[in-house]
């Protein structure tokens, strides 16, 4: 903790004739407090400094040796790791960076490129559009990242830079509390990185005879040069203040008491800007001196970083207005949350631009962006401009935006039935910003690869893959945030821990109002991201969606694109189909209406909605329901135990962990227990091209018999379809008393209290629709641990199927015989299971059975696969596939490649049938890998479409020309030098490793499939002498190489 004397309060002695009180440097005041009267020994000094000299030009002349040496070492060394990285990641059309790589990439995270590098063209791989697309691409000239990609909704807030000390998250006291803001910024000099401010602060003081000191925000690069308070037109004296930079705080120390009333807090601040923790992204141009300067900025101040642009009371939960003037040269546009009230033309160049005040908004929705921008202006039906604002060269991809967001942004309002309370809405695509979208109120900051489509892939006459992909992103990004502007901006979370009431609805909104142009994507990424949900909600890694955030790393990692984004959106879901859509509705509007401009936590929410959640015949409360799928670590697991003989069912929940699955942790004891061994049969099934694949019935014996009682039919319990209604919108008010905004923070903050409990609605089906006996599902609550009934119209050949159609997420385990009738129904005639439903299966069996005593099980299963005709299922059933087979890598297992290659074959022939749906065939691009999986599995199985002795073929004419697809090049390529014994190609392949040219590190990636020992020693020699970590993880985990890893 520092003290700063404050010049002109404190120290009345050190004013001037003119009562203004001098300049005082920082030394000067630091050392007030140690003056000395000792006489100094200047010969001592003098020793000591000579001394500290030469000491300090030794060390730099040792540096000068070292960092010579070493830059000569590793100049090559570096550009391997170029190469390599380029390789792994190059694009063979538009859409091969349809994401960018996250999880298991070394190489592209170490790699960060200083901001004065920004000048030049981006590397294709950094590229979301296109530099030069010369035609119009299908689906096969697709080549997918080769890692596994991290989802679109990570993009759009997720910043996981560590940074470089994190900061405790203090909230601020509300006996005091700010009512308005006046900013005056000079930005005339922000190239040299210099802000200057000056601000007064509208306080409101609730009076207490213990406070005496004034709390708030500052960041540690804010330097305030003047303070000064004052209540009634008379100046309050303060005491001291103090600076708490671990915290980011100030504290104003009074002489006297604060009475109840208004105060008026004046500062004059100055700041450094564009730093790496800052909340200003900068980008860096040259100047004619040939000097990197700032060309412009844009800002993001979420979670916490409006105090380091602005002394501020930095919480979610405080609102207050803000009147915004700036100062700066006139070449440049500043915009910011409001409109412009008007422009003066000040000295020279200089100019002052003043705003419209805002309405009550939270210090993180504040924004400010300056450069030499054009805008790309339309309106919304009501008229509102909405303008689309880029640098001059970007202007002609900011088209397909600029069409689309009007037409989102009214039927978002009419959804809502609540207008939009701002006049004008602009949009950025900002040069150089960390996330995709930030939602600021009135001023949406992108970055320009998430807004822009390439003006030459828009001209195209024909709707291609590619083109589709690309603009389906960009009205993904432009729908979250405009749905911020509700859903955040106009009702805010008092607490950072309630975040998924911004992120899960505005997530949520983006597969609703999409759904209409694009059902096939919507639905498919949704159940895509869900099946992503649960496989992570079930390891160590599970985060609540509701806990306790205390620091802002933790607030700046909590913006994770499962763990938050896809969770909160599934639990919106979950809300809806427990209340109605037409109950949701009315209640998301009257949420809206009710707190508009307030901060609120989930209570609200749930006195917005019906206060009973719909669920067979016993009711229970929806905010009891929810808060334990809220605050509980991970997600539920139900096991199903039948017993045959007694029709008694047994349903247990318990919180889901996989490696409670797998049979290799478990003691023998814990071993489930087999059927009686019986004499073996087997059948085998023939397929096209694959002969005979032999398969062990031994599965199928003592299932209960087929001979049963007919059963009457149980009608299906249904809902009443309410009828639409539509309400006149009229804007909400924005006049809220002060007293009211401290009374919303005033009030308890809820302690989550997490369990393995959940509220579950539960529900099972069995029979067929097509039977005489029809289709019977019950619903009811499950609440308890455990719950045993007895269903008679039951009968012990029929398969149950839990959760039916995969309503709420949660897993489903059933008893072995159970699951076994599922395999077999599967096999028999899989339309009898929905869709959805055939997909938890998937996802589910293998996290039970592929790891259990009975993997054969759930190999039976993905079997099934040969014959499914709906892409989407087919693959979740792939990536199933593919990870079975990373399982085992290292093994040769001939007889399961041979089994499963019918399903491989199935899904080649289900990408061709895509091509003639544009839409189906971007199924493809929700996961980017999964193009890459499979040209793997076709390999792994030796379908003829691996094709990879044409490959090896054109690779050898062709060494220095890689095919478009190099992903599938080189996969084919590698599984022709692990199955074949090859003396020319690894010749040719042992020349490109010692050249060290451009080719080199496609070369290394091929080296790990040969079984020439020394081309394998020459590789490994190599890459270690690179000495770069990147590229050993690179080879070794690379996925082109997890099969041929045998060796």
């Avoid at 697991?637 to 889901?656: F, K, P």
């Avoid at 892409?871 to 499963?900: C, K, T, W």
């Avoid at 451009?998 to 690179?1026: G, N, Y």
């Amino acid at each position: 903790m520092t003290e700063t004397a404050l010049v002109e309060e404190i120290e009345p002695c050190l004013r001037t004739e003119t009562g203004k009180p001098p300049e005082l440097s920082d030394s000067l005041i630091s050392g007030l407090s140690s003056i000395s009267h000792r006489k100094p020994d200047y010969a001592r000094r003098c020793i000591i400094v000579l001394l500290i000299h030469a000491v300090f030009i030794l060390a730099v002349f040792l540096a000068f040796l070292i960092g010579h040496w070493l830059s000569e070492q590793n100049e090559n060394n570096n550009t391997a790791a170029d190469e390599l990285v380029y390789i792994i990641t190059r694009p063979s059309s538009s859409l091969s960076t349809t994401n960018l790589p996250s999880d298991d990439v070394t190489l592209l995270t170490t790699m960060k490129p200083s901001p004065r590098f920004q000048l030049t063209s981006l590397a294709p791989r950094d590229r979301l559009i296109p530099l030069e697309p010369q035609r119009n691409f299908t689906l096969m000239d697709v080549a997918p990242p080769a890692y596994e990609s991290y989802e679109f909704m990570e993009e759009l807030h997720a910043r996981h830079e560590k940074r470089k000390q994190d900061v405790l998250l203090v909230p601020l006291p509300t006996h005091t509390l700010p009512l308005h803001y006046d900013l005056s910024l000079d930005l005339t000099k922000f190239d040299q990185k210099i802000l200057r401010g000056s601000l007064t602060v509208h306080l409101e003081s609730f009076g207490n005879s213990t406070d005496d000191e004034i709390l708030f925000h500052v960041g540690t690069r804010v330097n305030i040069e003047r303070i000064r308070l004052r209540r009634e037109g008379k100046r309050v004296y303060p005491k001291t203040l103090k600076r708490e930079d671990q915290k980011k705080l100030a504290r104003l120390v009074l002489k006297e008491r604060l009475n109840r009333g208004r105060y008026l807090l004046e500062m004059e601040y100055n700041s450094t800007i564009c730093e790496e923790d800052g909340g200003l992204h900068c980008y860096y141009e040259v100047d004619s001196a040939n000097n990197s300067v700032v060309s412009s900025f844009t800002t993001k101040f979420e979670p916490a970083l409006a105090r380091s642009f602005v002394p501020c009371w930095d919480d979610p939960g405080i609102k207050a207005t803000f009147n915004i003037s700036v100062l700066h040269h006139s070449k440049y546009v500043v915009l910011s949350n409001m409109p412009k009230s008007g422009q003066k033309r000040r000295s020279g160049d200089v100019v002052t631009t003043t705003f419209h005040e805002t309405p009550p908004m939270s210090t993180y929705l504040l924004a400010f962006a300056i450069g030499e921008l054009l805008p790309l202006e339309m309106r919304t039906e009501r008229n509102l401009p909405l303008a689309v604002w880029t640098h001059p060269e970007d202007f002609l991809s900011a088209r397909f935006a600029a069409n689309f967001s009007p037409v989102m942004f009214d039927r978002i309002e009419d959804e809502l039935e609540v207008p939009y309370p701002l006049p004008k809405m602009d949009f950025i695509a900002a040069r150089s910003f960390p996330v995709g979208g930030m939602e600021n109120w009135g001023l949406i900051v992108f970055d320009k690869q998430s807004l822009l489509l390439d003006s030459s892939l828009e001209d195209s006459l024909n709707m291609t893959v590619d083109r589709l992909y690309h603009e389906y992103r960009i009205e993904k990004i432009i729908t979250h945030e405009i749905a911020h502007q509700w859903f955040g901006n106009l009702v805010t979370m008092r607490d950072w821990s309630d975040l998924w009431l911004n992120e899960g609805f505005a997530t949520y909104m983006v597969y609703q109002l999409l759904e209409q142009e694009h059902p096939k994507l919507t639905e498919n990424e949704y159940l895509t991201r869900l099946c992503q949900l649960v496989r992570r909600q079930s390891t160590l890694d599970r985060p609540a969606l509701v806990r306790p955030l205390t620091t802002e790393q933790e607030v700046e990692q909590s913006f994770h694109g499962t763990h938050l984004y896809t969770k909160g959106c599934v639990m919106v879901n979950m809300i809806r189909d427990l209340v109605s859509e037409f109950e949701f509705r009315s209640g998301v509007r009257r949420y809206l209406r009710k707190n508009a401009y307030r901060s609120v936590s989930r209570q609200e929410l749930w006195e917005s909605m019906p206060a009973y959640a719909d669920h067979g015949a016993e009711q229970q409360r929806l905010s009891d329901v929810m808060e334990g799928w809220l605050v509980n670590e991970g997600i539920p697991e139900l096991s199903i135990s039948r017993n045959y003989h007694n029709d008694m069912i047994t349903v247990t929940q318990r919180r889901c962990d996989d490696h409670y699955h797998k049979a290799f942790l478990k003691d023998s004891s814990n071993e489930l227990k087999d059927e009686p061994n019986g004499p073996r049969t087997t059948r085998s099934r023939r397929d096209d091209d694959q002969g005979t694949t032999p398969f062990n019935d031994a599965l199928f014996e003592y299932l209960p018999s087929d001979n049963v009682e007919p059963v009457k039919k149980k009608r299906k319990h249904g809902r009443r379809k309410a009828k639409k209604h539509r309400t006149t919108a009229t804007p909400p008010s924005s006049s809220i008393s002060i007293d009211a905004r401290r009374e919303e923070l005033r009030k308890p903050r809820h302690t989550p209290k997490p369990s393995d409990l959940w509220s579950i609605p539960f529900s099972y089906t069995f029979g067929s629709v097509k039977s005489t006996e029809g289709q019977v599902v019950r619903q009811f609550w499950l609440k308890n641990r455990s719950v045993s009934f007895v269903d008679v119209e039951l009968t012990p050949s029929q398969a149950v199927l839990a959760n039916p159609n995969w309503v709420y997420p949660y897993r489903v385990n059933y008893d072995i015989t159970n699951w076994k009738m599922i395999a077999r129904l599967l096999h028999q005639n899989y339309r009898e299971i929905p869709a959805k439903s055939r997909m938890q299966i998937l996802v589910d069996a293998e996290t039970f059975l592929a790891h259990s005593d009975l993997p054969q099980l759930f190999v039976y299963i993905l079997g099934y696969l040969a014959d499914e005709t709906d892409l989407g299922v087919s693959l979740i059933g792939m990536n199933a596939i593919h990870r079975l087979f990373d399982s085992f890598r290292g093994v040769n297992l001939p007889e399961l490649q041979l089994y499963l290659a019918p399903a491989v074959a199935q899904l080649d022939r289900l990408l061709d049938e895509s091509q003639t749906d544009t839409e189906l065939a971007a199924l493809w691009l929700i996961d980017p890998t999964r193009l890459s999986k499979l040209y793997h599995l076709r390999c792994m199985t030796n379908l003829p479409t691996c094709d990879h002795q044409a490959q090896a073929r054109r690779w050898m004419l062709f060494p220095n020309s890689p095919h478009d697809d190099v992903h599938k090049q080189v996969t084919a390529v590698c599984h022709y030098f692990f199955t074949h014994n090859v003396t020319r190609e690894e010749s040719l392949l042992e020349a490109q490793l010692k050249s060290r040219g451009s080719l080199w590190s496609t070369a290394v990636q091929l080296a790990a499939c040969s079984h020439a020992d020394r081309v394998i020693r020459l590789a490994a020699k190599q890459i270690v002498a690179t000495k770069n970590a990147a590229i050993f993880a690179s080879t070794l985990q690379h996925v082109w190489k997890r099969n041929e890893k045998r060796k």
